[in-house]
């Protein structure tokens, strides 16, 4: 049973940049696909980023793509999301996911995985 926790998120002016990480216990996270989600105040959770487990692809949707970057640091256990540039409507609760399928990356269903969240607010 893999075990996720989110950290690094707080609250920002628009502009600024945060790094969040998503921490693995009970299992190795370069093994997995790994998703970051988000879930803004009154909407249903969304797709943000994912990276392959096996070539290391990255995947983003056009609203973060060019500001947020994905990544991977193997001896931590531990998959970041860099964001920069950020905007209010980056606002939400930040959640990292892990499977081991590349099949239907933006599917939240298909994730088996999930950390607890961790809370990002862009003040304008």
């Known amino acids: 049973q893999v075990h996720l926790v989110e950290s690094g998120g707080g609250l920002v002016q628009a502009g600024g940049s945060l790094r969040l990480s998503c921490v693995a216990s009970?299992?190795?996270?370069?093994?997995?696909?790994v998703g970051w989600f988000r879930r803004a105040p009154g909407k249903e959770r969304e797709f943000v980023s994912a990276i392959s487990q096996t070539d290391g692809n990255t995947y983003y949707p056009n609203s973060v793509k060019g500001r947020f970057t994905i990544s991977r640091d193997n001896a931590k256990n531990t998959v970041y999301l860099q964001m920069n540039s950020l905007k209010p409507e980056d606002t939400g609760v930040y959640y990292c996911?892990?499977?081991?399928?590349?099949?239907?990356?933006?599917?939240?269903?298909?994730?088996?995985?999930w950390g607890q969240g961790t809370q990002v607010t862009v003040s304008s």
């Open positions: 009970g299992g190795t996270l370069s093994t997995y696909f």
């Open positions: 996911a892990a499977k081991n399928s590349q099949l239907g990356i933006t599917r939240l269903a298909l994730y088996d995985y």
